[in-house]
């Protein structure tokens, strides 16, 4: 009886033992599928919040790609208040890029501007536009008179580049043809090869342009003795470029020839000019491009050689010479022998003085069997003073 009831509690225990398991069992089971459903409730939780930023991030960066200023000093630009932007591979930026202000080295940019077209036709309306070249040191004493000059002229058929030392901002209103006309410059030394440097930084930056057709390089102190239509047509209609070029047997010419520049340039070869020339596209990305002569002027035409009355007229001479009309369309008086032409102020101004410059009374040539009594369509050097008295001419005696 008692082996019974031992049996009996044994089993009993055993029972208990058995059921207790058993809901030990369950309560882990349930337990794993709560961590379980926990873990993927908070898993979809992450992920949506994820999937949430994501997409706003990407909505952000969206937006400030297409909004945000982006800088590059290639030729882009964003006007910020708006949201206006440039594409740098447009046909409209490549062909008339409108910010002046790069940071492209001389070597990048006359590498650049030299590129020519193959094809000759054009794929946009081209009207030829001359390209007026100020290198100047500093202000522009006489912008008023160029104001009025281009005042009321077709755009399209004009542009105009500004070369200043270093550290020098042009100041003038929003509404002057000469706002942001400046382009990135260096210092320029007078009598050294920099102002042929600077002469082709216009040239190149000028060349950018693929409208601008005819260059002309003009100083602070030159002036236009005819209107904007006269000069416009005179330019565009000639076959030839205007660079002086001449021998000089006196030591203000040849006297400057250095043996040195042989065999690459003769004495022969040598040639003395104007620094103020007129040229035609063709012949400005030649130039633009050239450095094998470049370089013999830059090593041998020091001191005393200024190179800007000599590189230009001996290169043409040597190579273009039937492109070339031989003279200069820029009055300048060099009556006297000096190192600097004549100056005039506002006492030299009449009506009288202008209007001899405007026909001299001899001919030149033009376009080969045509001649003209028209061979000065600019002049200097004319001193700040002098700019109210040609004001007061300029209707009457130049006309503009």
């Not at 100041?171 to 260096?186: A, E, K, L």
């Not at 440097?197 to 005819?214: G, H, I, P, T, V």
């Not at 002086?244 to 030591?251: G, L, T, V």
């Amino acid at each position: 009886m008692a082996m019974q009831k031992s049996r009996g509690e044994k089993d009993d225990v055993e029972n208990r033992l058995a059921t207790t398991a058993s809901v030990k069992d369950s309560s882990v089971s349930l337990l794993r599928v709560i961590s379980v459903l926990i873990i993927f409730v908070v898993g979809v939780v992450i992920g949506l919040v994820s999937s949430s930023h994501i997409d706003s991030y990407f909505r952000i960066q969206q937006f400030y790609t297409n909004r945000a200023p982006v800088f590059d000093d290639r030729n882009c630009t964003i006007v910020i208040n708006t949201c206006e932007t440039e594409d740098c591979l447009s046909m409209k930026s490549f062909i008339r890029p409108k910010n002046l202000t790069h940071g492209l080295s001389d070597e990048e940019l006359f590498w650049r501007a030299s590129l020519v077209p193959k094809k000759e036709e054009f794929p946009f309306n081209r009207v030829p536009k001359v390209a007026f070249m100020f290198l100047t040191r500093g202000p522009l004493p006489l912008l008023p008179l160029w104001e009025r000059f281009f005042k009321g002229e077709d755009k399209k058929k004009y542009s105009i580049y500004v070369h200043a030392q270093p550290g020098f901002q042009l100041n003038v209103p929003n509404s002057s043809v000469f706002y942001r006309r400046q382009i990135p410059s260096r210092r320029v030394e007078w009598g050294t090869v920099s102002l042929v440097d600077a002469e082709k930084r216009l040239l190149a930056n000028a060349l950018l342009d693929f409208s601008n057709e005819r260059f002309v390089l003009l100083s602070e102190s030159c002036i236009p003795v005819y209107n904007f239509p006269a000069v416009y047509r005179y330019l565009t209609g000639s076959m030839h470029s205007f660079v002086q070029s001449y021998d000089d047997p006196s030591r203000y010419g040849r006297g400057r020839y250095s043996r040195r520049m042989q065999p690459g340039i003769r004495l022969a070869d040598w040639r003395k000019g104007s620094q103020w020339f007129e040229l035609n596209r063709y012949l400005a990305a030649i130039v633009v491009a050239e450095t094998k002569y470049y370089s013999i002027f830059k090593k041998h035409c020091r001191p005393s050689c200024y190179p800007d009355e000599h590189y230009l007229p001996t290169f043409l001479h040597k190579f273009y010479g039937a492109m070339n009309a031989n003279r200069t369309v820029t009055y300048v008086d060099w009556s006297v022998i000096a190192p600097h032409p004549g100056t005039f102020t506002a006492v030299n101004v009449t009506e009288g003085f202008i209007r001899s410059i405007r026909n001299n009374g001899t001919a030149c040539s033009y376009n080969l069997k045509s001649t003209t009594n028209v061979c000065y369509l600019f002049a200097r050097k004319f001193t700040p003073d002098a700019l109210e008295p040609l004001l007061n001419l300029s209707s009457e005696v130049m006309r503009y």
